[in-house]
């Protein structure tokens, strides 16, 4: 059985800092493309960030460029997001999401959409105040 769970979320003002965490178990966590999404109320799941089976292959969304810092640690079987100068706009829920490497061709800017993820977690609340 395939677990993936987020963790960090929190209460943070605007301009501060927060990482969040997510681990899979049940798979062979290497062979994983893992992303980020989130949603806020009444708004659409957006992508956020996604990382290669390599820590050095990464892709943002415009809105999180320069801002986030995707990263993941194998032998700790996690992924970590970590979020600076958050504002208001980046109040949501915060969905990891997984999907196997199905080639070595693979093009992350290509993995955006929900559909491109296999398993994911139940979400992590991030509240940005002003």
């Known amino acids: 059985q395939v677990q993936v769970v987020e963790s960090g979320g929190g209460l943070v003002e605007a301009g501060g800092s927060l990482t969040l965490s997510c681990t899979m178990r049940g798979r062979i966590f290497e062979s994983y493309i893992i992303g980020w999404f989130r949603q806020a109320p009444g708004k659409e799941r957006e992508f956020v960030s996604v990382?290669?089976?390599?820590?050095?292959?990464?892709f943002y969304s415009d809105a999180v460029k320069g801002r986030f810092t995707i990263s993941r640690d194998n032998s700790k079987k996690t992924v970590y997001l970590q979020m600076n100068n958050l504002n208001t706009e980046d109040a949501a829920t915060y969905y990891c999401a997984t999907r196997p490497v199905r080639s070595v061709y693979t093009i992350l800017s290509q993995l955006t959409s929900a559909g491109d993820y296999e398993y994911w977690g139940q979400g992590t609340q991030v509240t940005v105040s002003s």
């Open positions: 990382i290669g089976q390599r820590a050095g292959s990464t």
